[in-house]
């Protein structure tokens, strides 16, 4: 067990490199933020047409089987 703990530990001390420093991590939350809520407006608008355009299609295919 005591092998495990190590084994687990030592593979993730790399993984800390790629954390940034808590001073710049205001700003890649702040950016993160920006982008998530043009997102949602975007994702918001789109989707009632992309349910209208696939109800369409469904309703052809349903058409055509007949």
Do not use: D, K, W
């Not at 790629?18 to 001073?23: G, I, L, Q, S, T």
């Not at 933020?33 to 407006?41: A, F, K, N, S």
């Not at 109800?55 to 007949?66: D, K």
């Amino acid at each position: 067990m005591l092998q495990l703990f190590f084994a687990v530990a030592f593979s993730a001390v790399p993984l800390t490199l790629y954390v940034p420093p808590v001073r710049s991590l205001n700003l890649f939350v702040e950016s993160l933020e920006t982008i998530i809520r043009h997102t949602i407006i975007y994702t918001s608008r789109a989707y009632p047409r992309i349910r209208f355009g696939c109800s369409r299609i469904l309703a052809s295919i349903r058409r055509i089987r007949r």
